[in-house]
């Protein structure tokens, strides 16, 4: 059982270059979500979404695009690269709406540098 | 979500229990405390959650108090393994996300 995965781990852009960061998840979860971590800070909510074909913006989503096309995929996409998108992305997902099932699951990371 | 305080650091010896301190004095009825751990820049990881029963898992033990406004994660025997930032968050029984402020980086020494 693999969880949480992300690709890819690491990546380099150049100013103006486009990505998307791919998440998947195993367990068949309805909820997913994009973080974003810069050094010796927390997560930031970028993204996320409640169910295939459903998207809702987070605390920081300014130049960022996320699609959930199929129930195991969630996307990030960055249109243009700036340097101020260089950061630690995590991917996570939980099972269901509410109480003991409110547990995140998370991916190990995309490490990404824009140059 | 009702918002956290933690100590920004704090060192175990190694074998020794690690007690965390969270203070949560806003905390309301429904809101849950989860804690979580970070190992050097890896994915968070899911450590125990709960509402206001002190909560035993293979991992911790949370401790609530019983007006609710703050909380100890405890480990019991602390390895160099768990040399970590700690996430204490409390969080809505609905709650989309969760929001992760510094935490407190716990350093176990040999």
């Known amino acids: 059982n693999a969880g949480v995965t992300q690709t890819p781990k690491f990546r380099v852009l150049k100013t103006g270059q486009s990505m998307t960061l791919l998440c998947a998840q195993d367990?068949?979860?309805?909820?997913m979500y994009w973080y974003r971590q810069d050094p010796g800070m927390g997560l930031r909510l970028i993204h996320y979404?409640?169910?295939?074909?459903?998207?809702a913006k987070g605390e920081v989503p300014d130049g960022y695009n996320v699609s959930r096309l199929k129930k195991q995929n969630f996307l990030l996409g960055l249109e243009s690269a700036a340097p101020s998108q260089t950061s630690v992305y995590f991917c996570?997902?939980?099972?269901?709406?509410?109480?003991?099932?409110?547990?995140?699951?998370f991916g190990a990371g995309t490490r990404l540098s824009v140059l | 979500d009702a918002k956290t305080t933690q100590p920004t650091s704090m060192d175990c010896a190694e074998g020794r229990a690690a007690n965390l301190p969270c203070n949560h004095s806003?905390?309301?009825?429904?809101?849950?405390v989860y804690w979580y751990r970070q190992i050097h820049s890896q994915g968070p990881q899911y450590i125990i959650h709960?509402?206001?029963n002190n909560e035993t898992n293979e991992m911790a033990s949370l401790i609530i108090t019983e007006d609710r406004k703050s909380s100890t994660l405890i480990l019991p025997h602390a390895t160099l393994r768990d040399t970590a930032v700690y996430y204490c968050?409390?969080?809505?029984?609905?709650?989309?996300?969760?929001?992760f402020g510094p935490g407190t980086r716990l350093s176990v020494l040999p």
């Open positions: 979404s409640v169910g295939e074909g459903t998207t």
């Open positions: 996570a997902s939980r099972e269901g709406a509410a109480g003991d099932k409110n547990i995140q699951y």
């Open positions: 968050i409390v969080r809505s029984y609905y709650g989309q996300n969760f929001v």
């Open positions: 806003t905390i309301s009825g429904n809101e849950y």
């Open positions: 709960g509402l206001k």
């Open positions: 367990m068949n979860h309805e909820y």
